[in-house]
């Protein structure tokens, strides 16, 4: 059971940084660029 909620959570996780348009459509073409919006979403849903 600990498995299902930790994959939940992480689903919900990726659903959360995908309501930004910037990450779910992939304006950025580097992954340097990519993988920086993806730090700012990140901390911008933590705050």
Do not use: D, P
């Not at 995908?18 to 705050?47: D, F, G, P």
């Amino acid at each position: 059971k600990s498995v299902y909620r930790q994959r939940n959570q992480v689903e919900r996780c990726f659903n959360r940084l995908k309501q930004n348009r910037r990450i779910a459509t992939r304006y950025e073409k580097k992954a340097e660029n990519y993988l920086a919006m993806m730090t700012l979403a990140s901390i911008m849903m933590c705050l």
